[in-house]
């Protein structure tokens, strides 16, 4: 009423020059955003971000990793100390205490490693806090990467400044804060679906709820955007103004789109909080955290682009190379989104590690831009965003770097699988190897009720409380209880594959297939690989009493090359089946490429695993592993090094695939018969060798107690005899008993007793019969 409304002769009072209404709270925009409560201070984290960079920049690493630690804007002075009153950043402290930047109303200073620190106590329930932790492996995954840049002891603490500094900056902010604006979100959410909508830490008009979700604004954007997003920030909201012209996804404005669309979602938001409208909020949130995602994504594909040699030329010297900055880049961008690119796909996040991580490679981008972005793309449509979103990588006048131009929507770009390239996406059916792995690893620590869980129900751990809460239907744990598995191998449906599910499968789908019939046949049991697994490791089974060793061997190996086996050649069976009854699109699959195929592609991913990666290079627990292991005991690596039997498994495959699609069913056929050889060829190198190493002759083996200390070479023995002897019993039931009476773990006091040259004689006698030849 003292001031009164600004209005000309005749008392009209001109627009928006009303009088104030006193006590009526008026905040000024965070870029755009109007907050309905007082969010300010806490926008100035963005200061620190700045300090933090600017340090780096200049090597200042002891002055950066204080601001990290202790927040920027200087040290107390002594006036500032003398003046303080509590509530004040300085009231209390000394001339080597921070001043702070973003400072809280009981002075206390916020800080980003407050920020990346805080996840066990306060986002515990929060399911992208849990993503990331868990694969990390680290509940303060963010603080460890921005340590290892700036500690005097970190873990990059050697290497050039240049990836220092943008690995510091770059960690803070978009993986400290980048967590911390969704942590405010989901603080929000949680405070409305408890009907809290009161219950944060302002207190205003608006309500105390909002307070939390207008703090992941200011946040996101930070003080120095401005009113209106103009300015020059060091946050997301920067970034994706920094990538809209580098790759064309600028809006009208001028800004960046993301931008326009985190703003307008940020809005909504606010409305459906204030209007009590939780599970709307909550889906604001994952809107928001699609959009926050873009910028970092442009970033990894910008970066990908400059660190490859091939492209910047680089060279190093005494450690240094010049494109240290680009690789740091890469990487820093690169972890800011692989638990997210790990969940869609684990084996282009292992592409991501493989070509751009700072501490694995000698040199970045091995497998060239080209193809990582490529798989990168494949990404896409999992994380939630479109190819437009991400745009074209160009130059200052628009033209499109070579190579980097926008994906196509709907243009199905699959990762190779060990060098396969399949027509349907089986990523998630080639993750059946980590089942293997825990399988393997658990047997091998003794850990039977462990092993037994990962066989019968999968693997992946159990279902933690959040995993549940924020599971939707086609969720391993919708529905589920902390007692059931998350799963590693999950169909779309949200059920689980496993690998007892492929052992006790074949009475209801392979009844009609001839090799699931000759080994029933041989072992009178429908479910043999079941019962030879359920011996190893069920607390009842035959061989419950036998040593750790034993066990171990019989139980890995039986799952990998008796029940992964068998569902190997079924699915082959299924693609081939299919396309003679003329169902060249009868098939779980839905893709430009027919259905038919899935079934094949499916084969190739239960042959080869997940962990072989694209090019076969990894380390696997199934077919394609054993064949790679072998190869170099027998003399039969190719000239790349890799199996043989490998090589031609791959070409096989590829020409079934191509017979399929060109409806050539009798070729199928006569292909599936060709890819059991080169499968059973390790199986019978592992039974060769063992055979010898089991042999006490060789071995000079005692026993004591029962225990042999030939043990693990014996059931090695008797797993790979087991995985081939109704094959052998076909060709000659006459060498097959031979393997039983030398081998069998159940029927002799101890192996070998004919001895392994002339046991092995016999065995290279069924090979002709088997299509094996000695050079195989």
Known sequence: ADIGAYQDESGTVFAGMEACVDGETILPPIAGYVASTDVSTHSMIDIDAKEIEENSDAAAWEAALFVYENGGGGLCSEVDIASAVEGDACFGKTTSDARGNSVKGSGEIRTIQGFATSGRAKMANEPFWNLYRDYYDDDNYADTFIQNALSPDGAWSSRSDALRAELSAKGAAYQAVWMYVIHEMEDAVADCLSGDIFDNQASNAAGDSPHAWDEAWAFYAGSLEGLD?????????????????????????????????????????????????????????????????IPVMQGLVRYLYLADPVVNGGTCSSGVCDYDKAWAEAWAFAAAVLPQIDECNPTVAQLLVDNVNVDGVEAP??????????????????????????????????????????CVDGETILPPIAGYVASTDVSTHSMIDIDAKEIEENSDAAAWEAALFVYENGGGGLCSEVDIASAVEGDACFGKTTSDARGNSVKGSGEIRTIQGFATSGRAKMANEPFWNLYRDYYDDDNYADTFIQNALSPDGAWSSRSDALRAELSAKGAAYQAVWMYVIHEMEDAVADCLSGDIFDNQASNAAGDSPHAWDEAWAFYAGSLEGLDGSGRGYLLYDLAEKRCPQFGTCGESGG?????????????????ILAADCSGVADELLNFVVQMTIPVMQGLVRYLYLADPVVNGGTCSSGVCDYDKAWAEAWAFAAAVLPQIDECNPTVAQLLVDNVNVDGVEAPMKDGYVYVKQMVESTYACLGISCAD
């Open 229 to 293: 997003g103009s300015g020059r920030g060091y946050l997301l909201y920067d970034l994706a103004e920094k990538r809209c012209p580098q790759f064309g996804t600028c809006g009208e404005s001028g800004g960046a789109i993301a931008n326009e669309k985190a703003l307008a979602i940020a809005n909504a938001g606010l409305e459906k909080i204030l209007a009590a409208d939780c599970s709307g909020v909550a889906d604001e949130l994952l809107n928001f955290v699609v959009q926050m995602t």
């Open 643 to 659: 199996a043989i039997a490998n090589e031609k498994a791959l070409a096989i495959a590829n020409a079934g695939l191509e017979k």
């Open 365 to 406: 981008m091995k497998d060239g831009y080209v193809y990582v972005k490529q798989m990168v793309e494949s990404t896409y449509a999992c994380l939630g965003i479109s190819c437009a979103d991400i745009g074209a990588y160009q130059d200052e006048s628009g033209t499109v770097f070579a190579g980097m131009e926008a």
